[in-house]
Structure formats: C-alpha cells, structure tokens
C-alpha cells in the first residue's frame, strides 16, 4: 500500500513544483500501476468504476495498467495525494464513496455513512461544495494524521472506526477544509491558523447544527484542553505557541501541535461573542469565503481588515474596543484572558466532571463505593467517557494504582474500540507509572502510526518509572512501520 503526506512540504520529494501554500495550479496526472492494484489521487478519476473497482486502462507493457486523473480547480502543493493499493469502493452519499482494502469496506460505509449530511450542512454555513466529489479513503493504521483533506479525496486514519460513529467530529473537519483552507487558503505557514482554526470553528458549527450547541461547546473544552497540553510541552513563552508564529527556516513538522487549531477556533470564538453570538456571526463566514475564493489566498491582516469591514457598524458602536488583536495574533502562550474555560457551557461535561471528582478523592479502602458509578459511566456518550479521563490526566497528582485496577475492571477499560479513549486511558495508567500496563501500550504503539497518540504515548512511556529503556527498545524495533514523518518525530521526541 503506497500512501502520499504531502502537507507541509513533501510535496517536493514526489515531483518538481513551487511548494508553497501560496502558489496554486490545476493538474492532469497518469499513474502506472500493477494491474491487480488501484491508484487514486485527490481529484476527479478519469475512469469507469465497476464492482467496487476503479477501471484503469491497460498500457500494452507487462502486467501494468494506468489510471488518469484531472484536478480542475487551482489547489496549492500540500493537497496533492496519491494512494495505491488493493482498494475498492462503495457510494455512502450522492457524491460520496468510501474506499479501502475490502476487508474493512463494510465497516467504513456504515461509520461514514453520515458523510452527505455533514457536506450539506457545511454548505448551508459556507457556501456551495465546488470540487464535485466528495470521497473518503481509509488508510493503513501507520497513516500518520487523523486525517487529510485532499479535495475529491479526504484521507483518513482508521482509528476513527470506533463502530458507534462518535468519532466523526475528524471526519466533519476534513469536509470542513473544503471552503477553509482548500478554497482560502493560507498565503504562508506562518497563517495556518487560518487553514486550521477556521476549520476547527466550521467543524464545531456543523456539530452545533447537526447535534447540540452544548456539543460544540463541550468540543471547545476538549481542544482547550489539548491546547494547554500544547503550551505546556512548547513552553508558554515558545514561538510556535504564537496563533501567528514566524516559521521561515523552519521545518513545519516541528512547529505542528493544536495550537493552530484551538488558539485559531478560540480566537473565532471569542470575535462571535463579540458580535453578538452565532446569529450574527455566521453570515460573516458566508460572504469571507465568497470574498477570498477567487485567487484563494488569505493572511491574517487580509482577515483582519474584511471582517471589520464586514462589521463596521460594530466598530462604530465600540464592539471591538477590548479586543488586543496583537496580543491575540502574536503573544505565545494560552489565549487573551477573554478566553478561559468558563466561557464555554460545561453541562454536557457536568457528570464526567462528578465522576472524577470521586475517583480523584476516594481513598483506596473506600474504592467498593465506586461500583454504583458503573451505570453512571455506562451511560455516558464516549466523548463523555473521553473528558471523564481527560479530566483525570489532569488531575493535580497521579491516580493511585489501587483506582486504576478497580476502573480497569469496573469500565471494562480494555473493551473500548474508541481510540481516543483507549489513548486516554493508556496515558492514564503511564501517568501513575502502572508498570504492568506497559506491555498494553507497547502493543497499542505497534498497532497504531497516528501521531496524535503515537508520539504522546512514547514520551510519556520514556517518562515513566523503567520505561524509558522499554520505550527506546520499542522504537528502534517498530520505527519501520511508522509514516517517515511519525518516526522522525518520535525520534526527536526520545532524544534520539
Ligand atoms: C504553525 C505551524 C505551521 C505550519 C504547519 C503546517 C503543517 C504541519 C505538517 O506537520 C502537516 C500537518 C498535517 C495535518 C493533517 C491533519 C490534521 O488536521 C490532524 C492532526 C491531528 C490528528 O491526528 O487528528
Ligand atoms: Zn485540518
């Protein structure tokens, strides 16, 4: 299986070209392939599908075939994605198919089935869907990232298949970057947080929209909560903790963490309670798309400048007044004080927030007490169940051991196919250096390439009490099935 990760700047290892978010172009490419496989690329295939299959044309030479592909709308280098392998398809929306190696085809269609739903409520916030088809392709598990939002062709990890569809906020911010960050587009590196927190901000819209606005607020909390795990491993007074860091000379990988997203969406969030609240904002978000689409480049001064034209009778009346867009824009660190965690409506975190209060405060003899909180957990959502642990991980001190084996039988902690709680949970016990759990998070490290678990949990391992030589030995046996980008990271991240 050959995978593509072009984004930031890999684009230039696969063919010549200006590989910079800031130069666009359309293109026509031809993939000559072994004619058992299937090459896809993120733009429109020339070829017939038929049984599941892409059709590709025989090229007459050995046992070869070719696949041809036309992406007519101007994208810059980062969303160019080719994928090969023994992949086939099934439609899951008017526009939409699923592909992936057969074994997993049935499982993709149905937790992907919502996929038209969040196009067209993307559309209603944004403005029409204009690359035609809208398919999702499932990778191997050592794809590096949640997901890529390749137009035509989102990319995703299948860490997202958790069987009960509660992981689609990721699949929901790929749809999303086809109006923020495929149609506008950040000019430089340095503007990502207008790819990522726009995206960040429309993917919560659409939740807000689809499910709650207590949902969209209770997601506000989590990526608060990745955002201070952020600062924290930077440092507050880091660079890259800037919403609008100077990365020139810089390798984008090592400037990547949640920063862009949550500080960006934080940011967006703060200018709509300025202006009133979602009523008033989400025309704006129509008529920016609409205004920047044409040559598709967007930086933060141009952002700046259209929304207090677009808000000028706010301006006029003082709204902004408080607002200290360089401080917001280019202090590092944790946002303005007009964002802190209380400004977003905690009720749907309300019972994860009891529950972990309990485990945090019983002492280890008063533990059987704990048994009538199993309905409790039991009826929690998983991204419930996922705070309920994010708010223990953040506890002051460590969970006792003593807690841990209790929940690990009373929550049935091994049973969940949700990956962010079996992250969670795993971080969990390396945080309160629970040594027999290790072999669990070596095998969940040898099972997994996503780097938003991969490389917290080796650091964190390498951490722990007698994990660091565990983690090294990991390493230096599994580093081969990781994405190149994953390995050099983690690498980095042991001091290697
Ligand atoms: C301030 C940072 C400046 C530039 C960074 C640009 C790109 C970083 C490069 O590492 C590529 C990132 C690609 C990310 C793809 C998908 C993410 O949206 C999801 C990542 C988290 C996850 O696994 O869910
Ligand atoms: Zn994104």
Known sequence: FVFTQCQAIHARSLLPCQDS???????????????????????????????????????????????????????PSYLIGLAIGDIHCREIGARSRVWSEPELLDACAYE?????????????????????????????????????????????TPTLLAGDRSLAAVLIHEISHSWTGNLVTCATWDHFW??????????????SRLNSEKLRHMEFLNGYDSLLNSVKRFGSDHEFTKLVPTV???????????????????????????????????????????????????????????????????????????????????SPGMPAPSIIPSCFDSSLQQPCIELSNRWINISADELATLDSSFELYSSLSPLQKRDLLSLLLRADIPLPITHLIKMKTLYNMEDSKNAEIKFKWLSLCLRSNW????????????????????RPLYRNLYKAENGRDIALKLFKQHKHIYHNICATMVAKDLEI
């Open 435 to 454: 040594e027999e759990m290790y072999v669990q998070v070596a095998s969940f490290l040898t099972e997994v390439g996503r780097m938003k678990f991969v």
């Open 21 to 75: 978010p800031g130069i666009k172009f359309t293109y026509r490419a031809t993939l000559i392939v072994p004619a058992e496989l299937t090459a896809l690329m993120g733009a429109i295939p020339v070829g017939d599908i038929k049984e599941g299959r892409l059709t590709g044309e025989s090229i007459g030479v050995g046992n070869k075939v070719s696949y041809s592909f036309e992406q007519p709308t101007p994208i």
């Open 194 to 207: 207008l790819n990522e927190g726009f995206t960040v901000f429309l993917e919560r819209k659409i939740i």
């Open 112 to 156: 992907f089935s919502e996929i038209e739903e969040f196009i067209k409520c993307g559309e209603s916030i944004a403005g029409p869907y204009i690359w035609g088809s809208c398919d999702l392709l499932v990778l191997p598990p050592s794809y590096p990232y949640g997901g890529m939002e390749h137009p035509c062709l989102i990319f995703v």
């Open 248 to 330: 020139r000379d810089t390798d984008p990988d090592d400037a990547f963490s949640s920063v862009p997203y949550e500080k960006g969406s934080c940011f967006l969030f703060h200018l709509e309670s300025l202006v009133g609240g979602p009523d008033n904002f989400d025309p704006f978000i129509k008529a920016y798309i609409d205004k920047f689409k044409g040559d598709g480049l967007i930086t933060t001064d141009l952002f700046k400048k259209f929304f207090l034209e677009f808000f000028s009778e706010e301006v006029g009346t003082g709204c902004f007044s408080s607002l200290d867009w360089d401080n917001w824009f280019y």
